[in-house]
């Protein structure tokens, strides 16, 4: 919908105030009593109120010059990297995951303060991983130690790290797009731009994207609350800055805890309604230190029943896969850790 005149928004009024009564916009989806997030994006009940009020009266009133709309939510990119020809989207069938290598020609290492994923036609883009590949690596496809540079998915398009703190691409890397596409009933294109900002200075702590993921789970048919598990232990201290949950149409709840001893449990993130179009990134509003030793737990549910408005086929028995009607089980999360360490040096034990 277009809100910049008052005859695009006015027919929308109404349902303007049902979404934002319900709180179903904007979408947050974190329970409140577990943890305080900085781009917390809910509203406050005075907020409500005045949107309600405006969608039952929906006066016509004289509106100010706005100023011109940004292209980018970053601002000005210094880099930007484009897919060097359009990928041709069919009305139906499935796609393979495509792998597109873009070169960076950084002469010397770069620090990364924000980047944005922008798809030229987002209506067939399910998500895109942008991998950051090194010098001297051939790798394109397949399971790999790579840094991440961005995930992108619905509600998750850009990214913006604390001064201070910054992505590292050394000099001479290639960035690797991975891109997820499905079919929306016709024929499209699509050729993504990634832009980034860079540091004005080298950074005291580089950012890697870390995760823990099962695939070994067989979802039973018509299962309404699947439960899967996967454990992991820091081997070095860490500054936790946030949390990317990620699963498919059958995903219903996700959570991320630190285990203690005794079987205690201490909550960091509990998503208890998930929802495949809406996967956010949830930053930390106070950085967590995580010390080396610390065992972390990501819990995920699945919803295979036929009451899953989203299930493809509830009485299909359900494994990990690449595409949406199979499931994926993956908790990423973003840590902070001191610049002169990269993510094989992270997982050396100490």
Known sequence: M?????????PWAKAIRQAVVT???PPWLADPAHGKFANDSSLSEAEIRMIAAWAAAAPKVEIRAAPPAQEWNIGRPDAVFTMPRPIAIPAQGA?????VPLPTRFEHDAWIQSVEVRPSDPSVVHH???YIREPGSTWIKGP?????LMVYTPGNSYDVWPAGMAKKIKAGSDLVLQMHYTVNGKPAQDQTRIGVTLASQSPAKAILTLQLNQDRFVIPPGDPNYRVQVFGTLPNDALLLSMF???????????YAIAGPNGQYETLLSVPRYDFH??????LATPRLLRAGTRLVCTARFDNSPNNP??????????????????????FFDVAVDADVDKPAFFVRR
């Open 23 to 25: 709180r179903t916009m």
């Open 2 to 10: 277009r809100l910049d005149s008052y005859a695009a928004a006015r």
């Open 144 to 148: 790999t130690m790579s840094d991440v």
């Open 245 to 255: 949950p990620h699963m498919h149409l059958r995903g219903k709840a996700f959570e």
């Open 278 to 283: 809406w996967q956010l990134n949830y930053k």
């Open 128 to 130: 895109a991983v942008v």
């Open 310 to 331: 989203n299930n493809p086929d509830p009485t299909a028995e359900v494994r990990y896969g690449e595409q949406s009607w199979e499931e994926m089980m993956i908790g």
């Open 95 to 99: 796609i393979d995951y495509q792998y």
